[in-house]
């Protein structure tokens, strides 16, 4: 069986929705009946938590079995030891795995002078992602950090999750000429996927404008046409670490649009990729 694609979620800017897009395409994907594994390379764990990895009961025993632990010298394959899966029960369950992040992630930096170090992710996904339909990865909001290297480095694909204001479609650009100017170094096979408006806002006349402006960095067909507005739903499921299926018609109206982004990023992901669609 071929790879799964591989996306990485990433913007300069913090708070734009990339944690929030990964639950959001976590849930879609298990809902569709695809298997995904999820893998959070953000020292903030924010996905761990909102995925309810189920982790090791004793706090003591977390980064051990964490991502922190692993990519200090990785063998080939080796995240398989650490993977668990998502507590949201059912589809849910049974489809979503998770490589957890723990807060010593940060700690993997110190070392990034090693040689090949910003291979260590790839080595240690390496033959396990052929269980899996896709694999997601969360990061951190920077744009070099030895994080986002090694996540970018296993990443066929970025996707970034834009506000339709000044300083995250200024973020969303510099992701865009990073790519451009270190992919020979990192992985030359690396693209922006494409952009995700979130927190949008049809009634600002601001919102249209940076919206449009979005789909100059590389073309409008590089633009999800599904922008996620600004709702207590959205937040709601973050902060109790649900899928948005189970909190009420406005939930479930979030998980269609989710599904939609989803099944447009799919479609693109194969165009980019050059697979069957
Ligand atoms: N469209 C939305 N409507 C309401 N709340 C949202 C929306 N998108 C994201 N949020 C909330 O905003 C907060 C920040 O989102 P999130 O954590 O996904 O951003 P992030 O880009 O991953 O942040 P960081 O850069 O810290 O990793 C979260 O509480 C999340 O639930
Ligand atoms: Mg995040």
């Known amino acids: 069986m071929a790879a799964p694609p591989h996306w990485a979620i990433a913007t300069h800017k913090g708070g734009t929705g990339k944690s929030k897009l990964i639950e959001l395409i976590a849930a879609a994907a298990a809902e569709k009946g695809d298997n995904v594994l999820v893998v959070d390379m953000d020292a903030q764990a924010n996905v761990t938590r909102r995925l309810r990895a189920q982790l090791p009961e004793d706090p003591r025993e977390r980064k051990g079995a964490s991502l922190a632990a692993i990519l200090q010298r990785p063998s080939k394959g080796e995240v398989e030891r650490i993977l668990v899966k998502s507590g949201w029960g059912g589809i849910y369950t049974e489809r979503i795995t998770i ?74 650009k510099r992701v865009q000429q990073r790519v451009q100017e270190d992919r020979d170094v990192l992985n030359p096979d690396l693209q922006v996927g494409g952009f995700v408006i979130n927190r949008f806002r049809s009634s600002l006349n601001l919102h249209n404008k940076r919206a449009e402006e979005v789909g100059t960095i590389i073309g409008p ?57």
């Open 99 to 172: 490589a957890p992040a723990h807060l010593d992630l940060e700690l993997l930096a110190l070392t990034a002078s090693q040689a090949a170090s910003s291979r260590r992710l790839l080595t240690a996904l390496a033959g396990v992602v052929d269980d899996f339909d896709l694999v997601v990865i969360d990061t951190p909001p920077n744009l070099l950090s030895h994080l986002i290297d090694n996540a970018w480095t296993a990443a066929d694909l970025l996707w970034v999750p834009v506000e339709p204001e000044y300083d995250a479609v200024e973020a969303a």
């Open 221 to 277: 067909d590089a633009v999800c046409p599904v922008r996620f507005p600004e709702l207590v739903v959205l937040k709601n499921g973050s902060e109790y670490a649900q899928p948005m299926s189970e909190l009420g018609s406005e939930g479930r109206a979030m998980a269609a649009l989710g599904a939609d982004a989803y099944a447009w990023m799919r479609k693109r992901s194969d165009m980019l990729m050059g697979g069957a669609a």
